[in-house]
Structures are given as structure tokens and as C-alpha cells.
């Protein structure tokens, strides 16, 4: 009897540590220090939009390699093209102020050489928050999971 108890916790606990090491590797297969990868919508707020929350498997994705990029919405390539990151100043989001960056990494994204649109961008962690505007002047954020490192 002794010995089916100890079998049975051995069991188990050999289990909890596969499942550990399953779910180790998965986070380790999604991390990532970069933009590169793929990353989907989590959350949107700001301007005259509600505050909305996106669930897993919404479809609306951004797609980044070393320099081109893919927008996805419901699984549909909605915009594609190339990318650049600079470091450049930040508008705050609800004063409309002009800011030094913060640091000398790079903080914005420049979508195909555009000119006029400000996309700021930041990384925490597996989240990838881009802001655009004021919100005051109807600019907003998006954020996105990482759901993807780069290839």
C-alpha cells in the first residue's frame, strides 16, 4: 500500500514537471526583446473609443520581419509594406506636448515612409503598445500580444 502511495506522488510529480517544462518552452517560444514576430490586438482605448478588450484568436494582427510588415484584420492582409524604427520625440498622450525621447532607443514606427503620422511604440515584455496622436485630439493606443517570435 506504502508503495502505490510513493508511485502515485512520483507520478504526479513527474507530470507537473512535464507540463512546467511544456509551458517553459512556450513562453520561451513567443519571447522576444524586438518588434520582430507576430503580434495580436489585446487592447484598444483612447479618443472617442471605449476602452475594448480583444480576445485570443480576434484575427487582427501585425506581422514583422527585418523590414517589411503585414496588418492583418480578420485574418485578411489589410496593409503590407516596409517598416523603420527611430528614435525621435514622443507626444504625450494627454497634453498634445512634443517630448524628449526618454532614451536613445528607438520609439517610433515609421510605416512605409509616411511623413505626417506619429506611431509611438514601446515593449514590455510580450506586450507591444503603439500610440498615435492625443487622445484629446482623438489620437489612441493599441496594444498586442506576442504571439510569435521571429523566425
Sequence with gaps: MRTLFVATILAFSLLACKKETEKAET?????????????ELSETYGGMSPYTEHPPGNGNLLQFD??????????????????RLTNDSVTN??????????????????????????????????TLSIASGCIPL??????????QAPK
Excluded at 520561451?28 to 514576430?37: D, L, P, R, T
Excluded at 524628449?100 to 515584455?125: M, Y
Excluded at 482623438?138 to 504571439?147: E, H, I, L, Q, T
Design 27 to 39: 513562453e520561451e517560444n513567443i519571447a522576444g526583446n524586438g518588434i520582430e514576430g507576430t503580434w
Design 66 to 83: 527585418k523590414t517589411s510588415y503585414k496588418i492583418y484584420t480578420t485574418l485578411q492582409v489589410m496593409q503590407q509594406g516596409t517598416y
Design 93 to 126: 498622450l494627454n497634453t498634445c506636448a512634443l517630448e524628449p525621447a526618454a532614451t536613445s532607443e528607438p520609439n517610433r514606427l515609421v510605416l512605409d515612409n509616411e511623413v505626417f503620422l506619429r506611431r509611438s511604440f514601446s515593449i514590455t515584455g510580450s
Design 138 to 147: 482623438d489620437g489612441g493606443v493599441a496594444k498586442y500580444r506576442r504571439v
